[in-house]
């Protein structure tokens, strides 16, 4: 079992920047591939970035709606991914979820998720 929790969301004008941070706790982080996921009101959840589990070379993974404005990272040390938001827009808005998956890269699905963290985006 992997427990994670969501943080950083928020208000924040068009053009603007936001880090969101999941902690997981449980099992071995490493063993484990991040992704980042989001849901805006009426839609389905949709992909947002991805970055594999801890070995020689990483891997990332992201929307083509968000490459260029949205870093993934991870820190081992300190069990948490991130994810730096840049110029966000106002489509940008939605609950942002993290998610935990083991085996290959990308994952075809993820075993573990947040509760999920609000981020709006004013015009």
């Known amino acids: 079992q992997v427990q994670l929790v969501e943080s950083g969301g928020g208000l924040v004008q068009a053009g603007g920047s936001l880090r969101l941070s999941c902690a997981a706790s449980g099992q071995t982080f490493t063993r484990y591939n991040m992704g980042w996921f989001r849901q805006a009101p009426g839609k389905e959840r949709e992909f947002v970035a991805a970055?594999?589990?801890?070995?020689?070379?990483?891997?990332?993974d992201y929307a083509d709606s968000v490459k260029g404005r949205f870093t993934i990272s991870r820190d081992n040390a300190k069990n948490v991914v991130g994810l730096q938001m840049n110029s966000l827009k106002p489509e940008d808005t939605a609950v942002y979820y993290c998610?935990?998956?083991?085996?290959?890269?990308?994952?075809?699905?993820?075993?573990?998720w947040g509760q999920g963290t609000q981020v709006t985006v004013s015009s």
């Open positions: 998610a935990a998956a083991g085996g290959s890269f990308p994952p075809p699905r993820y075993d573990y």
């Open positions: 970055i594999s589990r801890n070995g020689i070379i990483l891997n990332y």
